[in-house]
């Protein structure tokens, strides 16, 4: 039987901007008199709320990383929480024209900052890390191309990649330019997709959008399966976050995506919205009958397919 621990442990996926503690956010939350939107509650007690109940408490989130400390405390929350589960690394999407240009609410120079601190920190702790700039897909590739025009011109090392999350509004194959542009620039190339929106989403963010790498995938039929198996295209899941916005996505598709032989890796998403880590992630795995030897499999891939361990 294959041991589990033989491979280093790593969070494939994570949002910054889902990143944060609970106390940290009802601390901020009451020394700016702001009050807690309803939906974050819900999450925070391990209940489930339609999508658009979750980017309600997703923003609020958000708009809490308005300084250089305050991105450097998402950070931490990412580290302290991949340390605690055993963890050497993860990969963190973050959203910075979003918070930059759409809400005006940081500079880019002290958002820059905040993720190196944050990253120094972690490493010193053992624990590696790499961004992935976030793009929203449905803000469409005129979007797309304002994010890459404000990062590339003095992008930072620590930065591996570029994506699209949110809604699945606009078609991945009108956002084929965008991702040249961003792998032109050295930039690995991911997107959420078959999360929010159909299956058939995968098969064209793959074969007409051109990624390299899908964010849960959930959605997908069999024949996209076994396209993604053949090109060997890791899938990131998060099986807490998909239980509570993915509803009707029953039972979850993950053993059925390992039997097809996707590369699958477990992620955590959104933990500071969504309570999980890599240990619950790896223990509902484990109750959709997945055993040892599979759990070892999701290991290794994690750490093979992971963009911060790699150069």
Known sequence: MSDPSSHPLVDRHTHLEGALDSAWVRSEAERRGLALPGPLGTLWSGGAVPFEGFIEAFLFGAALLDSQQAVQEA?????????????????????????????????????????????????????????????VNHFGPKHGHAVLDLVLPDLPPYVKGFSTGGLEGSPFRDWAPV?????????????????????????EAVLEGGVARIVHGLRADDATLDLLAERRIPVDVCPSSNAALAVDVVPHPLPRMLRAGVRCALGTDDPGLIPCDLGTEATAARSMGLDDTTLAVLRQNGAEDAWCLQA
């Not at 918070?99 to 958002?111: K, M, N, S």
């Not at 991702?179 to 098969?203: D, K, T, Y």
């Open 75 to 135: 950070v931490r929350a990412v580290a302290r929480r991949t340390r605690q589960a055993g963890g050497v690394g993860f990969d963190l999407w973050a959203s910075p024209h979003f918070l930059v240009v759409y809400r005006g609410q940081i500079t880019l120079d002290a958002f820059w900052r905040g993720l190196e601190e944050g990253l120094a920190e972690a490493l010193a702790e053992g624990v590696r890390g790499c961004v992935v700039v976030d793009a």
């Open 179 to 203: 991702f040249e542009r961003a792998q032109a620039a050295g930039l690995r190339i991911a997107a959420h997709a078959g999360e929010n929106g159909p299956g058939s989403n995968v098969r």
